[in-house]
């Protein structure tokens, strides 16, 4: 097929249909960021969205991995097969944005758009039962529990891919700073792995005063933390990527009071398992030498969580044309670089080739802030999108 040609006749009538429904689509996003639903408590947006497929003409199976939602349409003698995913829960953020759609749900917060994620892959979905034209089996993946990392490897452990198989993946993510509607696909590590430590140390406590008598475990804290910065700096490749975060610290409760010990918090980023390996070798190593060297001790707790989404070079390469070959030239960003946030789709993209892609969400707040708001404006390029992808690799 020339995806360059028949893309410049289907994005009109794409587009006018969706954009028919975008109230509705709207009304939608708008009702799913009122009450948003912290992960493995998405009870409500599981329902609603199952009861949208099923009124699309789905087979609709729930309680995928928890409350996953898996929608199927077959059409036609083809035996291609793809899976386009959305992420379905929220954050635990006070949200501070003031809109009269404002979280109803106390302390929490839809500050990653998943509200949005979810709206895009709903209005796609009716697009492609009533109008979309192929030959093969759509199968669309509403996850949970992405927040926490856990909502596509337990959709995995419940046989995903066995019961709806799939020869590719695809998912996206709105990408706040970059220019509302415009898509950014990157070949190989897109996003970065993430891993977290709890560390304690423990020193004597005592006077302020007479810190002669104490060993301070805030000060081999601050050495610590400062020495830190040297892994990244002289062991890992400088060609490689690497983020070691301190986010939180938490010691004592007087000012002329040395406490006992003190409670770190860090997470560890890179885009290869080697560097992923090499930050789990010497975060620990680092704190029990920096610990010692003031007469403490550290105790590490390092808790590895998902992988870096590396994306699959032709699955990619295939996204990028059926963009291009959709959009005007300006809409596909030329150079769209990696990203050092984290993301589960990690573990669907190594059971199955695929693509992670971006679409900006214009000038709004970041990602996982209180002022954040989904750019709605945006469902209808990112819905023709993935209702031009199915077509494309289904035809």
């Given at each position: 097929?020339?995806?360059?040609t028949?893309?410049?006749?289907?994005?009109?009538?794409?587009?006018?249909?969706?954009?028919?429904?975008?109230?509705?689509?709207?009304a939608?996003?708008?009702?799913?960021?009122?009450?948003?639903?912290?992960?493995?408590?998405?009870?409500?947006?599981?329902?609603?969205v199952?009861?949208?497929l099923?009124?699309?003409?789905?087979?609709?199976?729930?309680g995928?991995g928890?409350?996953?939602?898996?929608?199927?349409?077959?059409?036609?003698p083809?035996?291609?097969?793809i899976?386009?995913?959305?992420?379905?829960d929220?954050?635990p953020?006070?949200?501070?944005t003031?809109?009269?759609?404002?979280?109803?749900?106390?302390?929490?917060?839809?500050?990653c758009?998943h509200?949005?994620?979810?709206?895009?892959?709903l209005?796609?979905?009716?697009?492609l039962a009533?109008?979309?034209k192929?030959?093969?089996?759509?199968?669309l993946?509403?996850q949970?529990?992405?927040?926490?990392?856990?909502?596509?490897?337990?959709?995995?452990?419940?046989r995903?891919?066995?019961?709806?198989?799939v020869?590719?993946?695809?998912g996206?993510?709105?990408?706040?700073?970059?220019?509302?509607?415009?898509f950014?696909?990157?070949e190989g590590?897109?996003?970065?792995?993430?891993?977290q430590?709890?560390?304690?140390?423990i020193?004597?406590?005592?006077?302020?005063?007479a810190?002669?008598?104490?060993?301070?475990?805030?000060?081999?804290?601050?050495?610590?933390?400062?020495?830190?910065?040297?892994?990244?700096a002289?062991?890992v490749?400088?060609l490689?990527m690497?983020?070691?975060?301190v986010?939180?610290?938490?010691?004592?409760?007087?000012?002329?009071?040395i406490?006992?010990?003190?409670?770190?918090?860090?997470?560890?980023?890179?885009?290869?398992?080697?560097?992923?390996?090499?930050?789990?070798?010497?975060v620990?190593?680092?704190?029990?030498?920096?610990?010692?060297?003031?007469?403490?001790?550290?105790?590490?707790?390092?808790r590895?969580?998902?992988?870096?989404?590396?994306?699959?070079?032709?699955?990619?390469?295939?996204?990028?044309?059926?963009?291009?070959?959709s959009f005007?030239?300006?809409q596909?960003a030329?150079?769209?670089?990696?990203?050092?946030?984290?993301?589960?789709?990690?573990?669907?993209?190594?059971?199955?080739?695929?693509?992670?892609?971006?679409?900006?969400?214009?000038?709004?707040?970041a990602?996982?802030?209180?002022?954040?708001?989904f750019?709605?404006?945006?469902i209808v390029p990112a819905?023709?999108?993935?209702a031009?992808l199915?077509?494309?690799?289904?035809?």
């Amino acid at each position: 097929m020339n995806i360059q040609t028949d893309g410049a006749r289907h994005r009109d009538d794409a587009e006018r249909i969706i954009l028919a429904s975008i109230d509705e689509f709207v009304a939608i996003r708008r009702d799913l960021h009122q009450y948003p639903e912290l992960s493995f408590h998405e009870g409500r947006t599981s329902r609603l969205v199952a009861k949208y497929l099923l009124s699309y003409g789905y087979e609709v199976t729930e309680g995928v991995g928890g409350y996953g939602v898996v929608a199927t349409l077959r059409r036609g003698p083809g035996g291609k097969r793809i899976g386009i995913r959305a992420d379905i829960d929220a954050l635990p953020i006070e949200e501070a944005t003031n809109l009269v759609y404002s979280s109803r749900n106390p302390g929490v917060m839809h500050a990653c758009g998943h509200d949005g994620h979810t709206t895009i892959l709903l209005a796609a979905a009716r697009y492609l039962a009533e109008h979309g034209k192929f030959s093969g089996t759509l199968t669309l993946i509403f996850q949970p529990a992405e927040e926490v990392g856990a909502g596509a490897r337990k959709m995995i452990e419940d046989r995903l891919f066995e019961r709806f198989p799939v020869d590719a993946v695809f998912g996206l993510h709105n990408w706040p700073g970059v220019t509302a509607g415009q898509f950014g696909f990157v070949e190989g590590p897109a996003m970065a792995s993430v891993d977290q430590a709890l560390i304690r140390i423990i020193g004597r406590g005592g006077h302020g005063a007479a810190p002669h008598e104490t060993v301070d475990p805030v000060l081999a804290s601050a050495s610590f933390i400062t020495a830190l910065q040297s892994i990244v700096a002289r062991n890992v490749d400088p060609l490689e990527m690497a983020v070691l975060t301190v986010g939180s610290i938490h010691g004592g409760s007087a000012s002329n009071i040395i406490p006992e010990s003190v409670e770190l918090k860090l997470t560890a980023r890179a885009y290869s398992e080697v560097v992923r390996d090499k930050l789990e070798e010497r975060v620990p190593v680092l704190a029990r030498a920096q610990a010692e060297s003031f007469g403490a001790q550290a105790e590490v707790k390092y808790r590895r969580g998902f992988p870096a989404v590396v994306n699959h070079p032709e699955e990619t390469r295939f996204a990028r044309r059926v963009a291009e070959g959709s959009f005007p030239a300006e809409q596909v960003a030329k150079d769209f670089r990696p990203r050092t946030a984290s993301e589960d789709f990690a573990y669907m993209l190594h059971a199955r080739p695929g693509s992670y892609l971006f679409v900006g969400n214009g000038d709004s707040a970041a990602l996982h802030s209180p002022q954040y708001d989904f750019n709605d404006e945006i469902i209808v390029p990112a819905a023709r999108f993935w209702a031009r992808l199915a077509e494309t690799f289904l035809s």
